[in-house]
């Protein structure tokens, strides 16, 4: 059974766009066919992988004001590649890609709510239609909460929330589980909160292990899972993105990077050959 995580943060810059591609480049790697789904304008999927978000004629938006499906935007990133002349990645991996465009879609749908009755439900049709085609689908959001993270709440069956451990992250995220837990309310839509994740851990710096503590006591109080896992602020990232045209976990398969982000997405996926777990300080 398909499983549809997202990440989900309304801050900028906290590794949500790195975590869909490296996440989903380890399923793909683990042979389970995989599909990104790029919510954001700014296309950094796409970029992530060597590709231009804006040589997409066909996108996300197309299929949310009901032009088009899935089906017609989804392409194979491999093919892609070899299109654009990079070296093939040989993954069961797709990609449906979106642009500029997306930027127009609230405009669109709140000026012409006649024609979108349900706008928190602009994708999930289609979306529907070809479930059955993945294993797992990874859905990256844009930094904000507005019609957008709504449609993507209605797709998802996980949501990963991303933070990075400073003050202003640790506020920033409990502000998003509330709106979240409101919008459930509100639409009655079913919001299942996978856990929450710290990003661009620094170790040498005091106050990352502080704020790692308020978040756990904070999800303690909660009942909300912070996973053991912290994804570490590498330089490795920005240079496989600027140097491989792809994510670090297809570039170095033993840098520490990669490795929490296996150890994430086997905390994530409840792999029973999880690896005993390790503090969140271990890298
Ligand atoms: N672990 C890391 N260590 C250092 N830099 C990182 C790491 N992960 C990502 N980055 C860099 O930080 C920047 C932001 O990362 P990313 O694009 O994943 O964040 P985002 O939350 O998707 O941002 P946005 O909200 O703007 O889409 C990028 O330039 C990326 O290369
Ligand atoms: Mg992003």
């Not at 906290?14 to 990104?36: P, W």
């Not at 529907?128 to 990874?138: C, E, H, M, T």
Request: some cysteine; hydrophobic content about 40%; overall charge neutral.
């Amino acid at each position: 059974m398909v499983k549809v995580y997202s990440v989900l943060m309304n801050k900028g810059g906290v590794g949500k766009t790195s975590l869909v591609t490296n996440l989903a480049t380890l399923t793909a790697l683990r042979k389970k066919r995989t599909l990104i789904i790029d919510t954001d304008g700014q296309g950094n999927c796409s970029l992530a992988f060597g590709l231009l978000p804006a040589n997409f004629s066909r996108t996300v938006f197309d299929v949310a004001i009901g032009k088009l499906d899935f089906d017609d935007v989804i392409v194979n990133i491999d093919e892609e590649r070899k299109k654009n002349g990079l070296d093939p990645i040989n993954l069961p991996l797709d990609l449906a890609p979106a642009n500029h465009e997306m930027n127009m879609l609230e405009f669109e749908v709140l000026t012409r709510l006649d024609k979108y009755p349900n706008p928190f439900r602009l994708w999930v049709k289609s979306l529907n239609a070809i479930l059955n085609r993945y294993d797992v689908i990874f859905i990256d959001t844009p930094p904000s909460m507005g019609l957008v993270a709504g449609n993507v709440l209605s797709m998802s069956d996980h949501i990963i929330i991303p933070f990075i451990p400073e003050s202003f992250g640790v506020s920033g995220f409990i502000r998003v589980v509330e709106a979240l837990e409101e919008f459930e309310e509100a639409q009655g839509i079913r919001v299942n909160i996978a856990g929450v994740v710290g990003t661009m851990f620094d170790s040498r710096t005091t106050l990352h292990y502080e704020m790692m503590e308020d978040a756990k006591r904070y999800c303690r109080r909660n009942r909300i899972r912070l996973f053991e896992t912290v994804i570490p602020r590498s330089i490795r990232y920005p240079a496989a993105f600027a140097y491989e045209r792809k994510p670090a976990t297809l570039v170095d398969r033993h840098h520490y990077l990669v490795v929490r982000y296996e150890s994430l997405l086997m905390e994530l996926m409840g792999d029973e050959q999880k690896e005993k777990q390790k503090p969140f300080w271990f890298f």
